[in-house]
């Protein structure tokens, strides 16, 4: 088999496609997935829903004034679109099912009706003009970023969100929670034993409700695109250009997105979480999050557990997207740390090599000190790697490192 | 109608051979339209198998949630290569080949116009394709940016490997050989119609690929351009679409849909060409508006010019090119509506029946028309905020392009074959393909829209659990469908060899030499026809008319 097709068709580890199937059927799953799948398949047609309770067949309601329109003016085209088709569909099937050959039906000869083909052009343009008005005005109001109460910068990033609240200095980076980066990355571990598998983050993006908030997007690297469809509506993110959106979220609650613009080989995997506060709640978050933003990194020495255990915390938020969780990088685009002169060699330069960045990989000055003790013991003992040093935040840390 | 045979022995002193050559160099060298159209053909069939198979890996891995077959950036590089494979290197092909075949037959011509460049256009096409494919034996894999190839993703060293120049050459290749295929055909719709047959006499499938022919003309070299910008940017420093440089990555957004939106026309006026030859010869009526046809066809032509930026809504563009761009797309439904209800007043009153052909033609009509409902739904800019870039687009064009295009082209293969090879295919084989591909491609795409609403975006190699029975049963009807072309395959294997064994008359179908040109050639049809082009043109619109 050629190479490209077992890289390719890496079978994670040593799976192979037929132990799987196999193990599949044997653990009795086969069964009563099917059975399940049926049940589903049976109640999502009764529209009664599935055990999933955020499942839905049709495109959801969401909590905004523009959310709601749009979801109305879906409706509104969607059943214009099934009585046409009804009509169609209907006059094409009565045809098909009297005007056959098999039950002598002659053929008649017309070819050509000026009056009727006038009429089946000025309807549907009668009939898109009425679309065309609620649309305008939906379009309108969603384009309205005037009268803001407060901005929040977006900047997506190769594979995670980074929030700025421009009125009050908050800034946080947004990354798929660990859970689901184990899990994803993980040979045969069980998505469904995660709780919002994919769609939860370590750091919500929380608002204020009733509170029209400004969004200015970015981008630091590719396009990327922000949708969370409770808001109702996706907008991109990209490169050396801003982009404007609003909301006003009615409701107090959690609502999840994800990225909508293929963004490299982690697109799937950059999920959105917005969590709507009632203002006291809010203003609470705001005080506590800012107070957190002023500690300084807890520079204190660590046992060696505890330095691989933060180190690889570390590693799945920073670097596991292109070293991969093996550490084994990936051939022809992205080196190896396993065996890596650079990982293994001395400290001092790799930690100058991280603090620099390269033209493929951007700098993690970010990081502070204790994180950057953590992270450099994990790459140097893991990964297939055994340097056999620890490192130490105090070591690490630069003089200015603790005002983060 | 021998006139052909006739012809051929009063000149067969002059010319030493007016057969083909023999063994594998007569594939090589031809330039006879036949052939060249027979090699597009299986060209595009062979394409059509590996961009389906790419197409299994995707559903594979889409079968569950979580990773279990491939990498996220080989899942990447499936449906980049899928898409491209598809578009370039079965579908467009398989049009061109079809227009090789039919138009010289239709029109009464001896060739095609430009006969060598016809066979250079054709291993152009090959090479091509080769290139492309070869970027999936490559270090850093194929191209895995969608095939769209937006910047700056395409460019990203950590992304795309070495894959980037061999995708833009492989553009360049494919781009010349379809324009020359379009000047081709251009050349020969307007030079060697017989001399009876007016523009408004020709069928529907010549006047669909003439139209296109321009479209095809327009548009490649605009994406041979922004791929060469792309080139320039990666290489030699330029920066078209680097903020950082002063250029916009949104520009070649912009320069793509403008080459994008025509490309899907592109991919769909033959196959509306090929319908309206079809569904009248089983109505046993002539085509309902044949003139409305061929203006709704021009219409929607030129509107696909100017409607590009609806693959854009949420890209941050100004209030008033949003408005626009909503009310000129949404404008397009109105000839293609003109197209579905003449298809449909073509059936009323007929006296139909349901070969092989005609089940794929209804297929069509219907599942199109739904495709076009989608599009309609997502012409609306606000709604679109929701739509885009999820699994309820990835819905809407493979409706318009499986169950229409590849349908049509199904439909042209039981509808020309026996033409073509002189064996009936098998009727009760061909009823089951029909059967299991249109159910299954039902299974396949249906549930895609449930889950884009619901908020499963596209090109996403895992996803959320809510999503998994959809998916599931999505994947389940799309090994089906994938299966169900094996039939197909073994079909146009078997008539070739023999069929049924039923000899066919000249004229194949019921009355079909009423319609057009071909069928009153014999069949198989000679190795050389209308070297005198026919003096009566049998289109029963222009029989009526005189």
Redesign the interface.
């Known amino acids: 088999m050629p190479a490209f097709f077992l890289r390719g068709l890496k079978l994670r580890n040593d799976i192979t496609l037929i132990k799987k199937f196999y193990n599949y059927y044997r653990r009795g799953c086969s069964v009563n997935k099917t059975k399940q799948l049926f049940a589903g398949v049976i109640l999502m047609a009764l529209g009664l829903g599935t055990a999933q309770a955020d499942y839905t067949l049709n495109l959801m309601k969401g909590v905004t004034k523009v959310s709601n329109d749009i979801y109305d003016l879906h409706m509104l085209i969607l059943w214009i679109c099934v009585a046409i088709g009804v009509g169609v569909f209907g006059t094409m099937f009565y045809s098909i099912y009297h005007h056959r050959k098999s039950k002598g039906h002659i053929a008649a000869q017309f070819h050509e009706n000026t009056t009727v083909e006038i009429i089946w052009t000025i309807i549907p343009t009668l009939i898109l003009v009425g679309m065309a008005i609620p649309a305008t005005k939906t379009m309108l109001e969603l384009n309205d970023i005037e009268k803001s109460d407060m901005t929040i910068q977006i900047t997506g990033r190769q594979w995670y969100w980074d929030y700025k609240y421009l009125d009050n200095d908050i800034h946080f980076e947004s990354h798929l929670d660990e859970a689901s980066e184990r899990t994803h990355r993980t040979v045969g571990a069980d998505p469904r034993a995660v709780p919002h598998y994919l769609l939860n983050v370590d750091k919500p993006l929380v608002i204020p409700v009733k509170k029209k908030i400004r969004f200015v997007l970015t981008s630091g690297d590719v396009i990327h695109s922000w949708w969370v469809p409770a808001l109702g509506w996706k907008k991109d993110a990209n490169p050396g250009f801003i982009n404007e959106a609003w909301t006003s979220v009615d409701k107090a609650g959690t609502y999840r997105g994800q990225c909508t613009e293929l963004c490299g080989r982690d697109h799937g995997f950059m999920p959105i979480v917005v969590i709507a506060m009632e203002q006291p709640e809010y203003d609470a978050w705001v005080k506590k999050t800012l107070e957190q933003q002023k500690q300084k990194p807890d520079l204190s020495d660590q046992s060696r557990e505890q330095l691989m255990a933060h180190g690889e915390s570390v590693y799945l938020k920073n670097c596991v997207s292109c070293h991969q969780i093996t550490g084994a990088g990936v051939p022809g685009l992205i080196p190896a740390l396993t065996g890596s002169v650079i990982a293994t060699g001395k400290w001092e330069s790799l930690d100058g090599f991280l603090r620099a960045g390269t033209s493929k990989m951007p700098k993690f000055d970010k990081l502070n000190g204790k994180e950057f003790a953590e992270l450099m013991t994990y790459v140097r003992n893991n990964l297939g790697n055994n340097v056999g040093d620890e490192l130490q935040p105090k070591q690490t840390a630069l003089p200015d490192d603790d005002d983060e | 109608m021998s006139a052909v045979i006739d012809e051929h022995d009063h000149h067969a002193d002059d010319h030493h051979d007016h057969g083909p050559a023999k063994g594998l160099l007569r594939w090589i060298v031809t330039t006879n339209h036949k052939d060249i159209g027979t090699l597009y053909l299986l060209f595009a069939l062979a394409m059509f198998f590996v961009g389906g198979t790419m197409a299994m890996?995707i559903r594979a891995e889409l079968f569950e949630?979580?990773?279990?077959?491939?990498?996220?950036?080989?899942f990447?590089?499936?449906t980049t290569m899928h898409a491209l494979v598809m578009v370039f290197g079965a579908v467009m092909p398989a049009f061109v080949g079809l227009a090789n075949w039919q138009i010289p037959l239709m029109i009464g011509a001896a060739d095609m116009a430009l006969p060598r460049m016809n066979n250079m256009s054709f291993w152009m096409l090959v090479a091509g394709v080769l290139l492309l494919a070869s970027t999936?034996?490559?270090?850093?894999?194929a191209p895995?940016?969608?095939w769209t190839l937006?910047p700056?993703?395409v460019l990203?060293?950590?992304?795309v490997?070495?894959a980037l120049p061999f995708a833009v050459f492989s553009v360049h290749l494919l781009g010349i050989s379809s324009i020359m295929g379009a000047i081709n055909i251009i050349a020969t719709i307007f030079n060697m119609r017989a001399p009876s047959m007016k523009m408004m006499d020709m069928p529907l499938f010549v006047w669909t690929w003439l139209i296109t022919a321009f479209l095809l003309i327009a548009v490649m070299p605009v994406f041979a351009g922004a791929v060469t910008m792309l080139l320039t940017d990666k290489f030699f420093h330029t920066s078209f679409f680097?903020?950082?440089g002063g250029g916009?990555?949104?520009l070649y957004e912009h320069i793509f849909w403008f080459f994008g939106h025509p490309e899907v026309y592109i991919m769909i006026l033959p196959t509306f060409g090929v319908a309206s030859t079809i569904i009248p010869i089983f109505?046993?009526?002539?085509?309902?508006?044949?003139?409305?046809m061929v203006w709704a066809t021009a219409s929607i032509a030129f509107l696909s010019f100017i409607v590009w930026a609806h693959h854009m809504f949420?890209?941050?563009m100004p209030?008033a090119g949003?408005?626009y761009f909503?009310?000129a797309t949404?404008?397009i439904?109105?000839p293609t509506?003109?197209k579905?209800?003449n298809w449909?007043?073509?059936?009323?009153?007929?006296?139909?029946?349901?070969e092989t052909p005609m089940l794929f033609s209804?297929a069509f009509?219907?599942l199109f028309?739904?495709g076009g409902?989608t599009g309609?739904?997502m012409s609306?800019?606000?709604?679109d905020?929701?739509y885009?870039?999820?699994y309820f687009i990835v819905a809407h064009f493979h409706y318009t392009l499986v169950p229409a295009s590849i349908f049509i082209l199904m439909a042209a293969g039981y509808f020309w074959l026996p033409k073509w090879t002189g064996h009936m295919y098998n009727e009760k084989i061909g009823q089951l393909h029909f059967w299991l591909s249109a159910i299954s491609v039902n299974i396949l795409f249906f549930p895609q829209h449930?889950l884009g609403?619901?908020?499963m975006?596209?090109?996403?190699?895992?996803?959320?659990?809510?999503f998994?029975?959809w998916n599931?049963?999505s994947s389940i009807g799309g090994f089906i469908f994938g299966a169900s072309q094996l039939l197909f395959l073994y079909i146009v294997i078997d008539t070739i060899r023999g069929g049924t064994g039923e000899k066919v008359t000249g004229e194949v179908w019921e009355n079909a030499a009423q319609h057009s040109l071909e069928w009153t050639l014999p069949s198989p049809v000679p190795y050389h026809t209308w070297t005198t082009p026919p003096t009566m043109v049998p289109t029963?619109?222009v029989l009526?008319a005189h």
Do not use: C
């Open positions: 890996v949630p979580g990773l279990q077959f491939v990498d996220p950036a080989f990447n590089s499936m999936l034996f490559m270090e850093g894999g895995n940016s969608g937006y700056p993703i990203q060293p950590i992304t490997g070495k680097n903020a950082a916009d990555p949104v109505a046993r009526k002539p085509l309902f508006g044949y003139a409305s949420t890209v941050g209030i949003e408005l909503m009310y949404m404008l439904a109105v509506g003109v579905v209800f449909t007043a073509t059936m009323w009153k007929g006296a139909m029946t349901f209804i009509v219907v028309t739904m409902f309609l739904m609306i800019a606000p709604s905020f929701q885009h870039d999820t449930f609403l619901a908020g975006p596209r090109r996403i190699p895992d996803y959320a659990v809510q998994a029975d599931m049963i029963e619109h009526d």
